[in-house]
């Protein structure tokens, strides 16, 4: 168990610890430009009144909680406003943040971040593919939630890592909604006496892509409404680091307690998700220099449509036109532009497969 107050001494390790106290001060107390990605999950201001029954008389579990309960909005607006100026002044140059809310909140949330220098990237609408109903009638069934991402401010280059979340998505691009369902079943953390350990726990899918998409192994993410720790243990999961800041002491113990279950990937290979732009550049001539093509090859489309013949020099010429991989790609199609890589095959052991096979064993050399 590591219940900490964070103080700005060099013998304090800040990394893969909960902190305990109110989340603008201890942020406050961390160094200046020391995390790379923000993930928030603060109070809704739900502005609820009275209990909710379900038609079987039953009374819902709803978020009533101290935590949740502001008196105005200008009380509310005023307490967003301290937390994002803390976090903003955490974040890394090229840091980014995630917030996530409802409709009582996420539009005061997102007014506040503009008027802060941040920039929106994206709105993301999670979708609840197991939404609680409306049990009144009387409004739409509430089936969603909007997370907000953004840059530190207009000019930050913020991590996104493209092609994982093409990968994650059977290689079609990642849209903006998400389909995943609330936490339920195993993953719902629950207290000795049965109940929910925290009325708002979000599911680790949901983390998982916040994750995944906009950090590095290694990173640290701050998560300054920790709650039951999701963010955290994902984390740990994917290899990263987490800064958790909490108020509560139960929720602290039940975070700790699940996230030292966790073993971390033993393998950070596993859990990384280079950029294309990241890798090492590989020119073709590369690959005649190491004879995996050798200089009058053949290298055709999939469909055997077209042909090219190699030069010793890495070019490839077709009739009377001679260009690089893409130039002559983008020729024979009749095209603007071209990924010869992927466009150009070869035949490897009866197979025809891409020259980009051979690119990647070439970068794997490099590495």
């Known amino acids: 168990m590591m219940i900490a107050t964070a103080k700005k001494t060099p013998s304090v390790r800040i990394q893969d610890r909960i902190f305990q106290g109110n989340c603008i001060d201890v942020m406050n107390s961390l160094e200046a430009g020391s995390v790379d990605v923000v993930f928030a999950d603060p109070p809704y201001n739900l502005q609820l009144s009275g209990e909710l029954v379900r038609p079987n008389h039953t009374k819902v579990d709803a978020v009533d909680d101290d ?173 990263r680091h987490f800064i958790g800041i909490e108020q509560e002491t139960d929720y602290i113990k039940v975070a700790q307690k699940r996230i030292d279950a966790i073993e971390g990937p033993r393998d950070m290979e596993v859990v990384g998700t280079p950029a294309k732009r990241d890798l090492p550049r590989v020119p073709f001539g590369w690959l005649l220099e190491r004879g995996l093509i050798k200089p009058g090859a053949v290298l055709v489309d999939h469909r055997r449509k077209h042909a090219a013949t190699v030069k010793a020099d890495g070019t490839l010429i077709v009739g009377d036109f001679a260009g690089s991989i893409h130039q002559v790609g983008a020729h024979v199609q009749n095209a603007p532009a071209c990924n010869g890589w992927q466009f150009w095959h070869t035949n490897i052991a009866g197979d025809l497969v891409p020259i980009d096979i051979l690119r990647q064993k070439v970068r794997a050399e490099l590495h």
């Open 67 to 239: 935590w949740d309960q502001f008196e105005t909005f200008a009380a509310y607006d005023s307490f967003t406003r301290d937390w994002l100026t803390a976090a903003k002044r955490v974040l890394k140059p090229d840091g980014s943040l995630w917030v996530i809310g409802s409709y009582h909140n996420i539009f005061r949330v997102g007014s506040i971040l503009q008027d802060l220098g941040y920039w929106i990237l994206n709105d993301i609408i999670w979708r609840k593919s197991n939404p609680m109903p409306n049990f009144r009638g009387r409004r739409f069934t509430n089936a969603h939630e909007t997370l907000i991402w953004c840059a530190k401010n207009r000019d930050a280059k913020p991590r996104f890592n493209y092609e994982a979340m093409k990968h994650l998505n059977d290689d079609t691009q990642m849209r903006s909604d998400w389909v995943l369902p609330l936490c339920t079943g195993d993953e719902r953390i629950k207290g000795d006496d049965g109940n929910k350990a925290h009325p708002t726990q979000k599911p680790e899918s949901l983390l998982y892509r916040v994750v995944l998409s906009s950090t590095n192994p290694g990173d640290t993410i701050l998560d300054p409404f920790f709650g039951t720790g999701t963010s955290g243990a994902v984390a740990k999961k994917l290899g």
